[in-house]
């Protein structure tokens, strides 16, 4: 993969580059993500996103749990610009609710699983020996439980609460990428410079923080943007079965749930939270994609197919 | 090999009796089955309730009910569910309508989405697999319960066109099939197609990403170039030498993806209102019913091993440098 990050180029003197202004591996990769027009117009759309679920619900003449009896059912009008549901709530103030619930969700539960992965992964990999067949071990038993079915048995008492479905995502879904990080690990522990380092006496908690992390940095950082997807459709799903967020509070799952019913009566009560659903997942994903192509340009065979 | 095999039985059975016990107790735990009798209005008399809490064990500590279960399991008993029926003959009941359900969905899935990923690799960069690479982003990137609700809505004006019931959304057959074996086979087809094509959608994506790019690591190695150079025509370097190359990885991918194919099967089978193992899961933690949950579980969990183990066999037969002791 990747060669070790080092700041400071020392093999440049010769060759005539400016050193000062010589790029650095940080800029290179900045240069790489700039130069992918899905990925940046994706990050930005995710962060307008963001901001507006938060910022725009003040400024809306409706909130999410107003009831408008006079507008029951009612389909996209200059009112109410998503419609309303049979309650007559407005679906442009749920469905930004419901952003906000999901978002939330889907970046903690991304930090906090890659978080577990790269804590599990590292010390499996590096020490091996009884931590590596235990902590794989508790992987290979987490991956024959059917995580989904367990957290919807733990979910049912948490009576919605958003801590808690953060901290039950997170902890079923570190499994994969933790055997990715660990098997990485395993092939820089046979690198020179980390047996340098273990012979000159560093203590391996050092060792890992200064010289694995940094290695498998760039696997880690995209392992957290395509989690972020991947727990905002498992936030989703839980809430469209009834598991997750509980009402009155709402999040994208529960108003697709709501929509479901009656999708093919008042089909814009499914379509507006669905397609945004489908508008974020879709960029959280392109932009992973983006961060894999910029940090591990190998990892894509990028070349052309000879003829 | 067969030392290699039996090793691994034997470990996915320690594997299975720890998740199981871990259901069952996380199920106990977490479960009140009380709950529907007390909130009961008017309140069954306390001796009912009892007797109850007796059926279910509810007095005795849960490793000591593990167990009983466990002396059951071992005979092929699952146990009672809370309203009394027995769950072994349900569950295979539901075993049925999930595989009628699954089966041609995935299979078919499956074989056009690593026909169409390989065909991708070998026109890249070429209109069409621009057109593909984001066809397929597209799909993995909608819930499965969003791509079900589309095509309802499709079919349903698909069905307002032509004036005609063409398509059908909710279960396995209708209520009042008319009679005639060719008229019950027309009916299930109908119910068939959409809850089919949500899940061949899904994996057609799945697999034409992975296989996608597993074939483009195969097609940039020398060997290919040998093939050709050899003087062996094109399509046949390409399958002979390269999509049985690149199909090796997608082992592991297969049997991962058999495990979340009941999981994921929940939203087809609600949405579409199939009874199946899923959507049976749902209602044993509506009810708070263990034995559901737990056969489940492991019903869910030897599919996973039989598919690991699968896998494994399929990896050590079509790849000469897995070598086992």
């Known amino acids: 993969m990747s060669e070790p990050v080092t700041a400071d180029t020392t093999t440049t003197a010769k060759s005539g580059v400016d050193v000062a202004r010589f790029a650095s591996r940080r800029t290179l990769v900045w240069r790489r993500f700039l130069r992918n027009k899905p990925a940046v117009v994706s990050l930005i759309l995710l962060v307008v996103l963001f901001i507006a679920c938060y910022a725009l619900p003040p400024v809306l003449p409706y909130s999410y749990t107003d009831l408008d009896f006079y507008a029951l059912q009612q389909p996209p009008n200059s009112d109410h610009w998503f419609g309303t549901n049979a309650l007559g709530q407005d679906l442009l103030a749920q469905t930004l609710r419901g952003m906000q619930k999901s978002m939330l969700i889907g970046v903690c539960v991304a930090f906090i699983s890659t978080i577990i992965a790269a804590t599990v992964g590292t010390i499996a990999g590096y020490f091996g020996g009884w931590r590596d067949r235990t902590l794989m071990w508790i992987v290979d038993l987490m991956l024959v439980v059917p995580s989904f079915l367990l957290i919807t048995i733990v979910v049912q008492r948490t009576k919605g609460d958003i801590v808690w479905l953060i901290v039950l995502l997170a902890a079923f879904s570190w499994m994969i990428s933790s055997r990715i990080v660990r098997g990485m690990t395993m092939s820089l522990r046979e690198r020179e410079f980390v047996a340098a380092a273990r012979y000159m006496g560093v203590s391996n908690w050092r060792v890992i923080v200064r010289h694995i992390v940094p290695n498998v940095a760039s696997i880690i950082i995209i392992d957290t943007?395509?989690?972020?997807?991947?727990?905002?459709?498992?936030?989703t799903g839980l809430s469209f079965l009834g598991f997750g967020i509980?009402?009155?509070d709402v999040s994208l799952g529960t108003l697709i749930a709501d929509g479901t019913k009656s999708v093919t009566t008042f089909p814009w009560v499914f379509l507006f939270p669905a397609s945004i659903l489908v508008l974020i997942i879709l960029c959280a994903n392109l932009v992973g994609d983006g961060l894999r192509d910029a940090l591990d340009p190998?990892?894509?065979p990028l070349r052309r197919r000879r003829k | 090999m067969t030392r290699f095999l039996v090793g691994r039985l034997?470990?996915?059975?320690?594997?299975?009796?720890?998740?199981s016990f871990l259901t069952f107790s996380l199920a106990s735990l977490q479960f009140e089955p009380l709950d529907s009798l007390l909130q009961r209005n008017p309140r069954p008399p306390q001796a009912v309730i009892d007797a109850k809490a007796a059926e279910l064990g509810l007095d005795k500590p849960i490793p000591v009910r593990y167990g009983h279960w466990v002396a059951g399991v071992v005979h092929g008993d699952f146990g009672k569910t809370i309203g009394g029926q027995p769950v072994t003959d349900e569950l295979w009941r539901r075993i049925g309508v999930s595989l009628r359900l699954l089966v041609i969905g995935s299979v078919v899935g499956t074989v056009i989405g690593v026909v169409v990923g390989a065909w991708g690799a070998i026109r890249q960069y070429h209109l069409s697999d621009r057109v593909i690479t984001v066809l397929s982003l597209l799909v993995i990137?909608?819930?499965v319960f969003v791509i079900a609700n589309l095509l309802i809505l499709a079919a349903l004006r698909v069905n307002s066109v032509l004036g005609v019931q063409l398509f059908e959304y909710t279960g396995e057959t209708s209520p009042d099939a008319i009679g005639g074996a060719w008229n019950q086979f027309v009916d299930r087809v109908q119910h068939l197609v959409l809850p089919t094509f949500t899940l061949a959608l899904g994996a057609i994506a799945g697999y034409s990403r992975y296989q996608r790019n597993a074939m483009l690591d195969v097609l940039g190695q020398d060997f290919i170039r040998t093939a050709r150079a050899k003087g062996l025509t094109r399509r046949r370097a390409l399958f002979k030498h390269g999509l049985r190359t690149a199909l090796i990885p997608m082992a592991t991918l297969?049997?991962?993806?058999i495990a979340g194919l009941?999981?994921?099967?929940?939203?087809?089978?609600?949405?579409?209102?199939?009874?199946?193992?899923?959507?049976w899961f749902i209602q044993g933690v509506a009810t708070q019913d263990t034995n559901i949950v737990t056969a489940i579980t492991l019903f869910s969990g030897v599919t996973i091993l039989l598919a690991g183990l699968l896998s494994d066999v399929i990896y050590a037969a079509l790849d000469p440098r897995v070598r086992v002791r």
């Open chain 2, 141 to 143: 990137s909608t819930p």
């Open chain 2, 262 to 279: 009941f999981t994921g099967a929940v939203f087809t089978e609600k949405i579409f209102g199939w009874h199946g193992v899923g959507e």
């Open chain 1, 246 to 248: 509980q009402p009155p």
């Open chain 2, 10 to 19: 034997l470990n996915y059975v320690v594997l299975l009796a720890v998740a």
């Open chain 1, 225 to 235: 943007a395509l989690n972020v997807g991947l727990a905002i459709l498992a936030e």
């Open chain 2, 254 to 257: 297969f049997a991962y993806s």
């Open chain 1, 298 to 300: 190998g990892a894509r």
